[in-house]
């Protein structure tokens, strides 16, 4: 079975960093790409950031460039978002996501599979 599961969320103070991790299985880790999506309450799930394990190439939604970055380790079949800078309106549930298609950059439709979140919380 395909799985994501993510990891390395919780409180933080403004100002703050986080370390955000999703381990995949199940699927061939080398041919997706994966991002990082986040929703906050009442408001729409967005992308945050995703690569191509491919290629290697990456995308930042306008708001987290220069603060967050997105890796993977291929060996581990992992990515990892670090989120520095971290502001109060970065406060939402982090999900991670996979697809196969070579649609760029990606988009909450056109993922294949999705881990079950991570809260993070930036306090003022």
């Known amino acids: 079975e395909v799985q994501l599961v993510e990891s390395g969320g919780g409180l933080v103070q403004a100002g703050g960093s986080l370390r955000l991790s999703c381990a995949g299985s199940?699927?061939?880790?080398?041919?997706?790409?994966l991002g990082w999506f986040r929703q906050a309450p009442g408001k729409e799930r967005e992308e945050v950031s995703c690569?191509?394990?491919?290629?290697?190439?990456?995308h930042y939604v306008d708001s987290v460039k220069g603060r967050f970055t997105i890796s993977s380790d291929n060996a581990k079949n992992t990515v990892y978002l670090q989120m520095s800078s971290l502001k109060p309106d970065d406060t939402a549930v982090y999900y991670c996501?996979?697809?196969?298609?070579?649609?760029?950059?990606?988009?909450?439709?056109?993922?294949?599979?999705w881990g079950k979140g991570t809260l993070v919380t930036v306090s003022s």
């Open positions: 690569i191509s394990i491919r290629d290697g190439t990456t």
């Open positions: 996501a996979a697809t196969h298609s070579t649609n760029w950059p990606l988009s909450s439709d056109g993922m294949d599979y």
């Open positions: 199940g699927f061939t880790y080398g041919s997706y790409s």
